[in-house]
């Protein structure tokens, strides 16, 4: 009998961890294209104007819910929490950069406040997992 309390992974998660994670890949190349389209492409798609600040925090609750859901370990957890922060940060900068207008810093917040939405609901809906016990780990 192993001492060892790491947690069993059944294929049917490890399935979704890697459904998740192609979901994560997707949404993050998606923000990444769309914000760097011509100002006209930009406008027409709502990433200016009245649903601008709203497809910021949707954008990246869902970057953050499926980063978390992805992950097992709180470090980890962290982690992707504090790179989806700065995710959202280089992207603002990056356009600062290229389009050479002010630094959004409303955006910047919004991007935020989407990360810490999405870290919490992913936190509150990620399934327990257990132990070779059956126990529930915690993680």
Known sequence: MSSQRDATITPGQ????????ALACVVVLAVTIL????????????????FHSFGH?????IVALLAVRISRSVLVRILVFIGSLLFGFGIESAEHLV?????????????????????????????????????????
Do not use: M
């Open 99 to 139: 389009y050479h207008n002010l630094l959004e810093w409303k955006d910047v917040l919004v991007d935020a406040f989407g990360v810490i939405g999405g870290t919490l609901i992913g936190l509150l809906t990620a399934p327990k997992e257990t132990d070779s016990e059956g126990k529930a780990t915690g993680v």
């Open 57 to 61: 925090l949707l954008a990246f609750s």
């Open 35 to 50: 914000s760097f389209l011509p100002g006209r492409e930009k406008h027409a798609l709502h990433t200016t104007g009245r």
């Open 14 to 21: 490890n399935r979704k961890r890697a459904i998740f994670a």
